[in-house]
């Protein structure tokens, strides 16, 4: 009974812990390559939901156009994090080498104060052509306890 009593104790106390914000961003984004130097620039919604979970936290776009970041390492070895975070903003940084020899690094910073979100990837292939993007906006916290429909 003690240690069922343990166990339900330690499991609200970690709910307890956790968070999870929504933000709608308005962001325009540039996508540069080093083939032709050509950049391309994108504007448009995107939804962030940031999770914190204990020492874990996520960022997480509703977009395929932009990457996540997270603290969590998910079991590869050369997959290295930066959590700059506090409790102004919140920025993490991540990046691997993959197999064939790219890099890959991701970061992601919001401001909690003013609300504006920086986001870059880079992506170098092993033959050294690089993919840079890069984008920025305004964020504001979607209130989950209302309905808009």
Known sequence: MKKLFLLLLLFISQVAWS???????????????SVNSEVKRYSGTVIFTVSSFGSYLSIIPNSDDYAS????????????V???????????SDGFKNSSGGQVSNSITIDRNTGNIS?????????????????????????LTKKKF
Not at 19 to 33: H, P
Not at 69 to 80: E, H, P, Y
Not at 82 to 92: E, G, P, Q, R
């Open 119 to 143: 986001y870059k990837r880079t992506f170098t292939a092993s033959n050294g052509i690089t993919i840079i993007d890069t984008a920025g906006g305004d964020c504001s916290k979607v209130d």
């Open 69 to 80: 970041v997270s603290t969590a390492k998910l079991g590869r070895r050369d997959f290295v």
């Open 82 to 92: 930066y959590d700059l975070s506090n409790a102004n903003k919140w920025s993490i």
């Open 19 to 33: 968070e999870e914000v929504k933000l709608s961003c308005n962001m325009v984004k540039n996508e540069e390559n």
